[in-house]
């Protein structure tokens, strides 16, 4: 690449190579002259207000690729299922989701991406639910000019990982719930865990299949599991009963009914109670009485992983510990929040 120094008095009737940015403090940051533009006499003042006094003409040679094209290369790569493109702008490609969904991010991928001299890739955290048309990630490179080799190894990357961010849209589930309590099913009080888990599982799109009420009892809370299995329930909830207490039986209740235990306790906040089990390949998951009283818990981390028919193991509820603290804010903000937003490696 060959590089000419201009003075802007001298450059009326050149092309500019790249855009010039007029950034205003506390109003708009966009480009004033776009990159093509033939410049005219009377942009010679505003090209010096907005400090040029002189202008770059680039002379591209055979291996050297502009900004905006790499751009779109990396855009294009980068852009995995679920998932669309579109710019650049100021050299900067933006990805968007396609659908509802579960953004997933491929954080080896994503690092070794950036960890080249001159690429740039920025993405929301990994397992963010995102709604269609909601921005995802941005993409540039650093230079105004960078060489083939260097758009190629990114490209590579992507080559040889698969994907390095998409969305995965969520399923239509049919969901069961069981709700243990002696105390709700004698009907001493109102049950108050089936209207919250209602709305969880149809802003979803997803289906309450049936609600069943059970004492604390072993055995009456392990067949209306199996029922609820037996009817077609493809993600179970059981709650209530969770804890320490002599009383609280829902955790063995679970395990009768022959149901793999991922694990009991989530370093999460709130959710410590909780529990995930798989009865074949149907998701049981216990949830302690934080689920009631809290509008935002490990339910919101768990279960659109499970919507979207991933399957998360012991390893996926350990890594929550990054990020499981909830700050109980006075207005809730989630998910623009910390919630859940640590680092996961998980695919």
């Known amino acids: ?5 201009i003075k802007v008095e001298d450059a009326v009737g050149k092309v500019l190579s790249h855009d010039i940015t007029r950034v205003v403090k506390d109003d708009s940051k966009e480009a004033a002259f776009r990159k093509g533009h033939v410049i005219k006499e009377e942009d010679v003042p505003e090209l010096l207000k907005l400090g040029k006094e002189n202008i770059f003409i680039l002379d591209l040679d055979s291996g050297d690729v502009h900004e905006d094209e790499a751009g779109i290369r990396l855009g294009r790569f980068f852009a995995g299922s679920g998932v669309i493109w579109n710019g650049p702008k100021e050299s900067r490609v933006n990805l968007f989701a396609e659908c509802d969904g579960l953004l997933k991010i491929n954080v080896h991928a994503l690092e070794a991406i950036n960890d080249l001299p001159d690429v740039v890739l920025s993405t929301l955290p990994n397992n963010t639910v995102v709604k269609k048309g909601e921005l995802l990630a941005g993409t540039k490179v650093i230079p105004l000019v960078v060489e083939e080799k260097m758009v190629s ?12 961010v998409k969305v995965i849209p969520f399923k239509k589930v049919n969901v069961g719930v069981v709700i243990t309590g002696s105390e709700v099913y004698k009907k001493r009080i109102r049950d108050e865990f089936g209207p919250v888990l209602t709305e969880k599982v149809e802003s979803f799109g997803s289906t309450i299949l049936g609600i069943e009420y059970a004492p604390d009892d072993m055995e009456v ?27 609280d039986v829902t955790p063995n209740a679970i395990r009768l009914t022959g149901a793999s235990v991922e694990k009991y306790g989530a370093p999460a ?7 995930l089990a798989y009865l074949n390949d149907i998701p049981i998951m216990g949830v302690p ?7 935002i818990t490990i339910i919101d981390l768990i279960l659109p992983r499970l919507l979207v028919g991933e399957r998360v193991t012991r390893k996926d509820i350990v890594a929550l510990a990054h ?3 909830c700050r109980a804010c006075p207005q809730c903000s ?3 929040c ?8 998980s695919s």
């Open 323 to 325: 990020g499981g603290l």
């Open 338 to 345: 910390t919630f859940g937003k640590g680092t996961s490696y």
């Open 289 to 295: 009485a934080c689920g009631m009283f809290f509008k």
């Open 221 to 247: 809370i392990a067949g209306k599991i199996k029922k609820m299995s037996d009817d077609g329930a493809e993600i179970i909830f059981v709650t209530g009963g969770m804890s320490v207490d002599p009383d």
């Open 153 to 164: 190894a990114a490209e590579n990357i992507i080559l040889q990982a698969g994907w390095v």
């Open 269 to 275: 906040l709130p959710g410590a109670m909780f529990m």
């Open 1 to 5: 690449m060959k590089v000419q120094t």
């Open 334 to 336: 989630y998910p623009n």
